[in-house]
């Protein structure tokens, strides 16, 4: 064969190989599973995953673009790449599943995440999962928790415990002791280590907001919005997803105020760049904002796979978005986990 024979065909080759991987490659806007490869992976070494099989929460790193999955009973797998490839980085600390979009709480500011599971070991990294430290659970474990961010040692939380008379614990120490604040709890929050927020009834018909300043020994009702899962606290201010829509506090939870106009949310607020770039989930997809709530754009649709399973409360299903990456994931409890590059 001939230089120019040769040329011919090594362009040729480069151009039927780039061909194949536009083809293999998802179309902007698609939801494409990303677990395959680890649950076939565990398959092969005779592993198991836990009741009800498959994944069962998902959550991002939003200083890196990190995505984290969980895998029923088999911890936390880690992804640098958008999920091409993971690897399990909680050192066996973390079992269970999520059974709730709350339950994987990762700082708003990056590298640190708590993981408060149900029917199985729970866990947290302060360094990004070099290191992990157990939680204590309570009964069967938690269907959410608040954590103190702004703590360099994490050390409050703030817990509804699953299934156990709706209670609600509180710990000092990064959850390794807990000190139980009687029945009633649904959505809780904090606001640095003393302020203390929830809902407050009977299950399912929580109403109202809270607030406590002297560790959930009283109460006094700050609004009558019903907030959803868990506050997220980003630089002193906390928003809150609420049958209203989403609210945020600038004084601690003593008023609160609407951001935009309300869009039947249950997932979010995931952070972008800053304070007003943000992202929640209602049943038409993922729904950006870059101006604090005045305008909204939909990134990427509902997941067709879990069409039908919206649930105002935020439970079985997770949501996770890198701003970084331009991808959106989901996780059901007992499916695989997925993104949407857009």
């Known amino acids: ?27 902007k806007g698609q939801w494409v599973s990303i677990s395959d490869g680890v649950l076939a992976k565990l398959t092969e070494q005779g592993v198991k995953p836990a009741w009800p099989g498959a994944t069962t929460g998902v959550v991002v790193d939003r200083a890196t673009g990190d995505v984290s999955m969980i895998v029923c009973g088999q911890g936390v797998w880690r992804s640098s790449d958008k999920g091409a490839t ?3 980085v909680d050192s066996g600390t973390v079992g269970g599943r999520c059974e709730t979009g709350y339950t994987l709480q990762a700082d708003p500011n990056g590298k640190r995440l708590a993981c408060f599971m149900l029917d199985g070991k729970s866990g947290r990294t302060l360094d990004g999962g070099k290191t992990w430290t157990p939680v204590k659970n309570v009964a069967r474990g938690y269907d959410w928790a608040a954590v103190d961010w702004s703590q360099e040692s994490a050390a409050t939380v703030f817990a509804r415990v699953h299934e156990h008379h709706d209670l609600g614990v509180l710990s000092r120490d990064g959850g390794k002791t ?31 907001i809270f607030r406590s300043t002297d560790g959930g020994q009283s109460w006094q009702p700050v609004s009558d919005a019903t907030p959803i899962g868990v506050l997220t606290v980003l630089k002193g201010t906390g928003y809150w997803l609420t049958d209203r829509g989403l609210l945020k506090s600038t004084d601690e939870g003593k008023t609160w105020q609407a951001v935009g106009e309300p869009l039947g949310a249950a997932w979010g607020p995931y952070f972008g760049k800053d304070e007003k770039h943000f992202v929640v989930v ?19 649709p509902y997941p067709p796979s879990v069409k039908g399973e919206f649930n105002m409360r935020g439970w079985f299903l997770n ?17 695989p986990t997925c993104k949407c590059e857009y």
Do not use: H
């Open 178 to 208: 807990w000190k139980e604040l009687g029945n009633g709890f649904g959505p809780v929050g904090l606001f640095g280590g003393k302020v203390l927020v929830a809902s407050k009834g009977k299950w399912p018909k929580w109403a109202g």
């Open 319 to 335: 949501f996770a978005w890198d701003p970084i990456g331009r991808v959106c994931y989901v996780a059901r409890m007992g499916q």
């Open 1 to 27: 064969m001939s230089t120019r024979q040769l040329s011919v065909a090594t362009v040729l080759g480069v151009c039927i190989a780039a061909s194949a991987a536009l083809a293999a490659a998802p179309a």
């Open 86 to 88: 993971f690897a399990r």
């Open 282 to 300: 209602n049943k038409q997809g993922f729904q950006e904002t870059a101006d604090g709530g005045q305008t909204w754009q939909r990134i990427a």
